[in-house]
């Protein structure tokens, strides 16, 4: 029963919220404009059936057979991020009308047709972006210690696919040909590859074992495939063909030159899984002359990182927000959002993420595969930037 109880009350706050912010939806867009509609009540209850629909999507993802589950998560999280943007637009017009002392009928009525419509427009856009498939972005980096002999190598990084419901074989399919087409140095996956359970997915990220790098492919976990089960996950991956850095380190040699890939366990994940983020341990018995790259999901492994001689670290896990403006509010968890930041002496690169997790949607942040192009010399890239 104590173990049951952190649940109800979680689902009863989730449910309250959902249907509370449905119910100010519903009442900017129906009732308080007054249409006069013959079928304004059928608009209200079709407004509130969405609401529920969430709320079943979210509570049946692990009960429902893919194609049933398909059916519901499409809709529910399309209108999940739809519900949200009309949220956004009725708040912001509710403010503007108060100032202004507006509340006449044609004014509700205004507001009404004008948040649809704007809402209408940030979906479509949305989902053109978030359905399109990612394109290559192009990275250079100058790292102070990064051998001349290795000039120019080329590491490409994917990160946050979300193999699941919505996002499928077809797309890992995509991501291999378009990687094995770069003919990179080293591929590497930071983190949360898939959402469910190997035995539901195994077939949908089977085109991974197809993927190539002259040194290799290398995994790391996120938090998502923590929640998915880390452990049959590691073995599934591992026999994909990935190497899987649990905080471990691997030397790479070519050409005369040295350097050092180090991995680690999700940040957030503790012990789940026989997880747990410990960079030391990552680095232990390692060159420390070497220059290093460390594999890390989650950014704020940098803290730690940057305190045992990272030069680079790769990491994902923000999305980039993913959906205007979550971008802020991903703010008050890390200081590093997407792209290239400098942190005392190591430098980070953060995916905006090569899926897409829930609504199937990105707003001003566009999914990406991302080649690296690492350069000798340097006191570090130009373009970093260096959070306060």
């Known amino acids: 029963m104590r173990a049951l109880l952190p649940f109800l009350v979680f689902v009863t706050v989730f449910a309250g919220l959902v249907l509370g912010l449905h119910g100010y939806v519903v009442a900017g867009l129906v009732y308080e404009p007054r249409w006069g509609h013959p079928h304004e009540g059928l608009w209200a209850n079709a407004l509130w059936a969405m609401g529920g629909l969430i709320l079943f999507n979210m509570f049946s993802d692990r009960r429902l057979p893919y194609p049933a589950k398909a059916l519901v998560a499409w809709p529910a999280f399309i209108w999940m991020a739809t519900a949200f943007y009309l949220l956004l637009t009725l708040g912001v017009t509710d403010l503007v009308m108060f100032a202004l002392g507006m509340n006449g009928v044609e004014a509700l009525r205004l507001r009404a047709i004008g948040a649809a419509a704007v809402s209408a427009v940030i979906i479509g856009v949305g989902l053109r972006s978030g359905l399109r498939r990612p394109v290559v972005k192009r990275v250079e980096i100058e790292l102070p210690r ?91 991956i591992t026999d994909l063909g990935m190497r899987v850095l649990r905080n471990s380190h691997h030397v790479i040699e070519r050409d005369g030159a040295a350097f050092t890939l180090a991995g680690v366990d999700d940040h957030t994940s503790g012990h789940r899984n026989g997880g747990g983020e410990d960079v030391p341990a990552a680095l232990a018995g390692s060159d420390r002359a070497l220059p290093t790259i460390l594999l890390a999901h989650n950014p704020q492994s940098l803290v730690a990182a940057s305190k045992h001689g990272v030069d680079l670290q790769l990491s994902g896990h923000t999305h980039g927000g993913q959906m205007w403006p979550f971008r802020h509010v991903v703010k008050l968890q890390t200081l590093w959002i997407a792209g290239l930041y400098r942190f005392r002496d190591s430098l980070i690169y953060v995916s905006r993420g090569t899926g897409f997790w829930g609504p199937p ?11 690296l192009i690492l350069r000798a010399g340097g006191s570090g890239s130009e373009s970093a930037v260096t959070p306060r």
């Open 146 to 236: 990064w051998p001349a002999a290795l000039d120019g190598y080329r590491v490409v990084q994917i990160s946050d696919i979300h193999i699941g419901t919505l996002i499928r074989r077809p797309f890992a399919r995509y991501l291999t040909d378009t990687i094995n087409a770069l003919s990179p140095d080293l591929t590497a996956v930071t983190g949360d590859l898939v959402d469910g359970s190997v035995d539901r997915l195994r077939d949908e990220v089977a085109p991974f074992a197809e993927l190539r790098a002259r040194d290799g492919v290398y995994f790391v976990t996120g938090n998502h495939d923590h929640y998915s089960g880390a452990r049959d996950w590691v073995h599934t």
């Open 361 to 371: 949607i990105r707003v001003g942040e566009p999914a990406e595969i991302t080649e």
